[in-house]
């Protein structure tokens, strides 16, 4: 079965820059296109950066310039790195991919922004 697996959240300082990582299983991971979401307490999920088979990516608004999405098709691996962060970055971040008419989620991992 499909299995995503996030991990490198944690505590960073504003202004900070963390990297986190969603191992993918159970998919053909070279022909899916992978996102990562946010959802804060009280908010909605939203969407954060996407990235295609073919290395091609989008943003959203708030994170564009600060986040980067970039892919190990060898290692089954989806990462994005946060630089620059904010207090309103302070989320628990999500691994998404779907697959045909089915949307998978990992577990998500929690990042913090604090002083």
């Known amino acids: 079965q499909v299995q995503l697996v996030e991990s490198g959240g944690g505590l960073v300082q504003p202004g900070g820059s963390l990297r986190l990582s969603c191992a993918a299983s159970?998919?053909?991971?070279?022909?899916?296109?992978m996102r990562w979401f946010r959802q804060a307490p009280g908010k909605e999920r939203e969407f954060v950066a996407r990235?295609?088979?073919?290395?091609?990516?989008s943003y959203a608004n708030s994170v564009k310039g600060r986040f980067t999405i970039s892919r190990d098709n060898a290692k089954n691996t989806v990462y994005l790195q946060m630089n620059s962060l904010k207090p309103e970055d302070a989320a628990v971040y999500y691994c998404?991919?779907?697959?045909?008419?089915?949307?998978?989620w990992g577990q998500g991992t929690q990042v913090t922004v604090s002083s």
């Open positions: 998404n991919v779907q697959v045909v008419v089915d949307n998978y």
């Open positions: 990235i295609s088979p073919g290395g091609i990516t």
């Open positions: 159970g998919i053909i991971f070279s022909s899916d296109a």
